[in-house]
């Protein structure tokens, strides 16, 4: 079974500040895709990052960047000085490469505020 | 080019009735994905469909089913709705070659927004 745990269910912070969210995932595949998603409050995911469970290159992209270790079965998502269009409920998913399997496995989400 | 687009954008029914939503795919993307949204969750895998084969159902009771059309557009049915099933649905598309791995990022709509009275 696939699990995805985002333990910070909000999280408020000042405008420029960095802000760092957690994703904690359980599988038993060896081989799987994480992503981020953003959900702005009109309701559509927006697709931001993807790591392929084989590299563990961490990279930087804009403001955006991700550490993903699979050691501790982390993937951490942090956004650098912080935009208050920044603002909306991130979710971290998990799918493994099976075969005909496209189902994303989401957390619950964690719901980021940025105060101007 | 147009994303993944759904209708219609709000609805609401009452118990017992049935709904349908359409979803059409971003143009050249063959598979197509629905999850169902309830406030404060995050989604939960409802059907898969590539070049109209169901090829993955979520844990969801027979009074959900959908199909998909030649071209690749796409129809959720929910039968008998209950209170429970007031949620945003979201549809999907990826873009999947014929290997059907699935390392392709979903693209998704603005979703659905169902309410039961």
């Known amino acids: 079974a696939q699990k995805v745990t985002q333990a910070q269910t909000e999280i408020s912070v000042v405008e420029k500040e960095d802000v760092t969210l957690d994703c904690v995932y359980e599988?038993?595949?060896?081989?799987?895709?994480l992503f981020w998603y953003k959900q702005p409050p009109s309701g559509e995911l927006v697709f931001l990052i993807r790591?392929?469970?084989?590299?563990?290159q961490n990279e930087i992209s804009g403001r955006y960047s991700w550490n993903f270790q699979k050691s501790t079965s982390s993937f951490n998502f942090t956004i650098t000085a912080s935009q208050v269009v920044d603002s909306a409920v991130y979710f971290c998913?998990?799918?493994?490469?099976?075969?005909?399997?496209?189902?994303?496995?989401f957390g619950k989400g964690t719901k980021l505020s940025v105060i101007p | 080019d147009a994303g993944v687009t759904q209708s219609p954008t709000h609805l609401i029914k009452t118990r017992g009735q049935h709904v349908t939503l359409r979803c059409s795919p971003i143009?050249?993307?063959?598979?197509v994905s629905w999850y169902q949204q309830v406030l404060g969750q995050g989604p939960q895998f409802i059907f898969q469909?590539?070049?109209?084969?169901?090829?993955g159902r979520g844990n969801f009771p027979d009074r959900f089913s959908a199909r998909q059309f030649p071209n690749y557009s796409s129809e959720l049915n929910v039968n008998a709705l209950l209170l429970g099933d007031s949620a945003l649905y979201l549809c999907?598309?990826?873009?999947?070659?014929?290997?059907?791995?699935?390392?392709?990022?979903?693209?998704f709509g603005d979703g659905t927004r169902l309410s039961i009275l």
């Open positions: 469909y590539y070049e109209k084969e169901e090829r």
């Open positions: 998913a998990l799918k493994y490469s099976g075969a005909g399997s496209y189902q994303l496995t």
């Open positions: 143009s050249g993307h063959k598979s």
């Open positions: 790591r392929n469970s084989f590299d563990e």
């Open positions: 999907a598309s990826s873009a999947t070659g014929v290997s059907m791995v699935g390392n392709q990022p979903q693209h």
């Open positions: 599988t038993r595949d060896t081989t799987y895709y």
